[in-house]
């Protein structure tokens, strides 16, 4: 699976790019160097950081799985316990 940017995210991403190699780094990079670099981590990391992102839902998911019967179970068969210490039944 490709992962894509739109647009405004790869403009900002790129910029960002640059501004780091701006601040942090010997010599500044263009934009078309950051859009490469970019790219490069998109195709090379990204998958990385994908996975791990999908595990860590897998895992979030799964526990709330565990907690469901916890959030949503009901009691069955209360319908009589209810009329329990009151008084007698009719007959």
């Known amino acids: ?3 894509e940017l739109t647009r405004e995210a790869r403009a900002d991403a790129i910029a960002s790019i640059q ?3 701006d601040s942090d780094m010997a010599e500044p990079i263009g934009n078309v ?3 490469a670099l970019l790219g490069f ?3 090379e990391i990204g998958p990385t950081i994908y996975n791990k992102a999908v595990t860590d839902v897998q895992e979030r998911l799964q526990q709330r799985i565990l907690e469901l019967d916890y959030e949503v179970h ?3 068969f209360q319908y009589w316990k209810k009329f329990e210490g009151k008084s007698k039944a009719r007959k």
Request: aromatic letters at 20%; proline letters at 0%; glycine letters at 6%.
């Open 41 to 43: 981590f998109l195709e």
């Open 19 to 21: 501004r780091y190699f």
């Open 33 to 35: 160097a950051a859009g």
């Open 1 to 3: 699976m490709t992962i």
């Open 74 to 76: 009901e009691d069955e």
